[in-house]
């Protein structure tokens, strides 16, 4: 244990070592600047090369960070954007339904729950911060997988297993598609029992200023109170709320 947190804390002090006035640094400055030998620095640089954290120069062999990192910057900041802009407008959509909000980011081949606010009824669906789940079970998960770019949204059901997470998970691609596509249709999705079998939720996609899928706003709670005509009120109410964080991330549909 204390072999691998010592190789996190090299392998960030490497990542540390490059600044806006040094963005690009050879091996022996590196280990100049974090106190490991030139032959550890080197090693490490090298693995953080194939990782995708570092670029090499193959001319001047000189390293400058790498796409890897740049991915993890952007998570952070739509995350951080998204959840500062969200948060008005989910206390509002919270005390107009009484149900659980949550707001999703896109993570690799699964969702994240970054936000959520909890119903205030005694019985209630709760989303815990930081939980990841599959895109195909659930409704924040498909309006990712319907509003992805097409060739994006491919390469995730390629990758994806569609394994049921209770009776009523979608685990037929051909079905899984049609729904896709309806929700593509009517701008939001909706799920019953697809990956907490008591459990139903409503969500809308967020845009941002380029018009790419930025996050997923959803109502959620227990299927008993998810009525057929409380769904048409919640898809109006997570369509509206999802529509005004995204004209705040400055998208405007044509």
């Given at each position: 244990?204390?072999?691998?947190?010592?190789l996190?804390e090299?392998?960030?002090?490497?990542?540390?070592?490059?600044?806006?006035?040094?963005?690009?640094?050879?091996?022996?400055?590196?280990?100049?600047?974090?106190?490991?030998?030139?032959?550890?620095?080197?090693?490490?640089?090298?693995?953080?090369?194939?990782?995708?954290?570092?670029?090499?120069?193959?001319?001047?062999?000189?390293y400058?960070?790498?796409?890897?990192?740049?991915?993890?910057?952007?998570?952070?900041?739509?995350?951080?954007?998204?959840?500062?802009?969200?948060?008005?407008?989910?206390?509002?959509?919270?005390?107009?339904?009484?149900?659980t909000?949550?707001?999703?980011?896109?993570?690799?081949?699964?969702?994240?729950?970054?936000?959520?606010?909890?119903?205030?009824?005694?019985?209630?669906?709760?989303a815990?911060?930081?939980?990841?789940?599959?895109?195909?079970?659930?409704s924040?998960?498909?309006?990712?997988?319907?509003?992805?770019?097409?060739?994006?949204?491919?390469?995730?059901?390629?990758?994806?297993?569609?394994?049921?997470?209770?009776?009523?998970?979608?685990?037929?691609?051909?079905?899984?598609?049609?729904?896709?596509e309806?929700i593509?249709?009517?701008?939001?999705?909706?799920?019953?029992?697809?990956?907490?079998?008591?459990?139903?939720?409503?969500?809308?996609?967020?845009?941002?200023?380029?018009?790419r899928?930025?996050?997923?706003?959803?109502?959620s709670?227990?299927?008993?109170?998810?009525?057929?005509?409380?769904?048409?009120?919640m898809?109006?109410?997570?369509?509206?709320?999802?529509?005004?964080?995204?004209?705040?991330?400055?998208f405007y549909?044509?």
């Amino acid at each position: 244990m204390a072999e691998n947190i010592n190789l996190l804390e090299r392998t960030v002090s490497i990542l540390d070592s490059f600044t806006l006035e040094q963005p690009v640094l050879g091996v022996r400055e590196v280990a100049r600047k974090t106190g490991l030998s030139a032959s550890t620095a080197g090693r490490l640089m090298s693995a953080m090369k194939h990782l995708g954290m570092l670029n090499q120069d193959q001319e001047s062999l000189s390293y400058m960070m790498g796409s890897k990192v740049l991915a993890w910057a952007g998570i952070y900041t739509v995350t951080c954007d998204v959840r500062t802009l969200a948060l008005p407008i989910m206390v509002r959509l919270q005390e107009k339904t009484r149900e659980t909000i949550s707001l999703y980011i896109l993570e690799g081949n699964e969702r994240v729950c970054v936000e959520r606010l909890e119903s205030p009824e005694t019985v209630r669906i709760v989303a815990r911060v930081g939980r990841r789940i599959p895109l195909y079970a659930g409704s924040a998960g498909k309006v990712f997988l319907a509003f992805l770019p097409p060739d994006r949204k491919d390469e995730l059901l390629a990758n994806i297993e569609l394994k049921p997470m209770t009776r009523l998970t979608i685990v037929k691609k051909d079905k899984l598609l049609d729904n896709l596509e309806k929700i593509r249709r009517q701008g939001f999705a909706v799920s019953k029992g697809e990956w907490i079998l008591e459990a139903s939720g409503v969500a809308a996609p967020i845009f941002d200023q380029f018009g790419r899928i930025n996050a997923a706003l959803t109502i959620s709670g227990p299927t008993q109170r998810f009525l057929e005509e409380k769904i048409k009120e919640m898809a109006a109410l997570v369509k509206e709320g999802a529509a005004e964080i995204s004209a705040e991330l400055g998208f405007y549909p044509s």
